[in-house]
């Protein structure tokens, strides 16, 4: 996907993609049948989805803001191929003119490998910040579970992807709903996981919302449309209906982590369903 930048009052919005990779179908929607999910998308012949990586770049005019580092570049080499990864981040940060050491802040929604790889690289064996000056943010909740390593998704969590900024007292850990930067703040939203959080900004009269995995992308609208991957499926379909409820009628721009076509829009209810517009 290229870059695409919008005006949200008085700051700018770029997607930002770390590429595309390959996902289960049936673990990217749950309990719909397959005869109801691929009227919105195809599966190839291992049924597998390609799906984005969206980042957000947020230019505030005194701070460059960026909103999640997509799968980086740590993978094994078996894994690698699996997600048939794409690695592009970095490349499609430079062109949007902004380098690695021009982040001064980096926002991780939750702390799942696909989320956070690109907080650090591997310098002579050992993970370094990526982005050398910023200040780094996830949920506290996020981390603990990520420690225990639990049998149900501990493949989600690679502690490289974290724990050396920790160390280095780069990365700050967050409980509840905060402002990080005037008009950037995180609000808790779980279902995917327990902790996860969405990043709420807000310039002028306008608000966006990455809303993360809580609707990973356009085909995941109806409340009910949720992932395998979700731990709390159930909240998972209350908070996408609070959501709504919020984001309807103040038209909030919805940006999707998981959208390989359409990274963002705004939404509309008709016939009591939840449609796109067109941004």
């Given at each position: 996907?290229?870059n ?18 390959r996902?289960d ?7 719909v049948?397959?005869v109801?999910w ?12 390609t ?10 005019g005194k ?6 580092t997509?799968i980086?570049n740590?993978?094994p080499?078996?894994?690698?191929r699996?997600?048939d990864i794409?690695?592009?981040l ?5 062109e ?5 050491e021009d ?5 991780n ?14 310098r002579?064996?050992?993970?370094v ?8 943010y996830?949920p506290e909740?996020e981390w603990r579970?990520?420690q225990l390593q639990l049998?149900?998704d501990?493949?989600s969590?690679i502690?490289?992807?974290?724990n050396?900024l920790?160390?280095?007292?780069q990365?700050q850990l967050?409980?509840g709903?905060?402002e990080i930067?005037p008009?950037?703040?995180?609000v808790?939203?779980?279902g995917?996981?327990?902790h996860m959080?969405a990043?709420?900004?807000?310039s ?10 809580l ?11 949720v ?7 159930m909240?998972?379909?209350?908070n996408k209906?609070?959501y709504y ?11 999707f ?5 359409i990274?963002?829009?705004y939404?509309d209810?008709e016939?009591?369903?939840?449609v796109?517009?067109?941004?």
């Open positions: 996907m290229k695409q930048t919008l005006t949200l009052g008085d700051f700018e919005l770029t997607i930002v993609s770390d590429g595309s990779y996902a179908g049936g673990a990217f929607f749950g309990i049948p397959k109801l691929q009227r919105k998308t195809q599966a190839d012949e291992l049924n597998r989805l799906v984005g990586l969206n980042s957000v770049l947020v230019r505030t701070l460059n803001v960026l909103i999640e997509g980086g740590k993978l080499e078996k894994q690698k699996i997600w794409q690695e592009k970095l490349e499609n940060l430079r949007t003119g902004v380098a690695p982040i001064d802040i980096v926002i929604s939750h702390l799942h490998f696909d989320h956070c790889g690109w907080n650090t690289v591997y002579e064996g050992q993970a910040a990526t982005f050398p000056k910023a200040r780094y996830a909740g579970h990520g049998e149900r501990r493949v969590y502690s490289d992807n974290y050396p920790l160390d280095s007292g990365m967050l409980n709903q905060v930067a008009g950037i703040s995180v808790p939203t779980p995917h996981t327990r959080n990043v709420v900004i807000r002028g009269s306008q608000t966006a919302c990455y809303i993360s995995d609707i990973p992308t356009s085909w995941h609208l109806d409340p009910i449309w992932m395998a991957y979700d731990l709390f499926p909240e998972t379909i209350e209906k609070k409820e919020k984001a309807v009628p103040d038209r909030w721009l919805t940006i982590s998981h959208d390989p076509d990274p963002w829009t939404l209810k016939s009591g369903k939840i796109l517009k067109k941004v």
